[in-house]
């Protein structure tokens, strides 16, 4: 058996859970509320990011950030993927180890929407990559926040902050994007929970408490 294959059996102390959305969707809010319910719960919480805040993360925020040249989808993609090797490395597997519930504001599952279904990359080689980076390990939830394309862009646009290369990207994309997540989150069965993200932010952060707590104690 090789090493990776070992990797993909090992199980941890911890919880993950991905929040997932289409940029405007509220996922930081939803996120610093969970964090702030649970911690008030005294629940281990860990909350953190996708890019990650890791170095490598930084470095990608700032390509993202920057509207001159635009790296290819692949390459894109495999710089997600590098973030995301390091995040786990550096941030994800120690806390899930250390036995938190780590709350992750975007993880692999954005790269198969925006990436796979935005860009049209191949899923299943996403996928491999994503699981390697990984080191095998998938959120115990996701969580997706769901709004239409519509009115992200006018939340988006209504902010005076610089707009990514995604956030400028046209409607039609964002579409994609957010079938994909849909599609993705199909498969996950009961690993995924949809929340209207139109709803109050105290409903649906009840909503995701819930879940959470729900998975979570029946881990
Ligand atoms: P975002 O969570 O919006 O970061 P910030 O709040 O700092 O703007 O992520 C930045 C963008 O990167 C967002 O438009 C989604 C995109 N993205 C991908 O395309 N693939 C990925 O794998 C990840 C993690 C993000």
């Not at 058996?1 to 941890?12: A, G, L, N, V």
């Not at 491999?128 to 519509?150: K, Y």
């Amino acid at each position: 058996m090789s090493s990776e294959t070992t990797i993909k059996k090992k199980r941890h102390k911890g919880f993950l859970v991905a929040i997932e959305g289409i940029d405007g969707s509220g996922k930081s809010t939803l996120s610093a509320r969970i964090y702030r319910d649970l911690t008030t719960q005294g629940l281990p919480i860990y909350l953190t990011r996708e890019p990650g805040d890791t170095f490598l993360g930084q470095k990608l925020r700032a390509v993202l950030h920057q509207t001159q040249k635009q790296p290819c989808s692949h390459a894109e993609f495999l710089m997600f993927a590098a973030d995301r090797a390091e995040h786990f490395h550096e941030v994800v597997i120690p806390q899930l180890k250390k036995g938190n519930i780590v709350i992750s504001d975007r993880l692999a599952d954005s790269s198969l929407a925006y990436q796979g279904f935005g860009r049209g990359l191949d899923l299943n080689m996403l996928k491999s990559i994503n699981t390697w980076a990984m080191r095998g390990i998938e959120p115990d939830l996701v969580i997706f926040l769901d709004i239409d394309e519509d009115t992200a862009l006018k939340r988006i646009t209504g902010t005076r902050r610089t707009l990514t290369s995604f956030e400028l990207e046209h409607v039609q994309f964002w579409k994609k994007v957010r079938k994909g997540f849909k599609t993705i989150l199909e498969e996950k069965k009961d690993r995924a929970v949809i929340i209207d993200a139109l709803k109050l932010p105290e409903h649906v952060c009840q909503d995701a408490v819930n879940a959470i707590l729900e998975k979570c104690t029946n881990k």
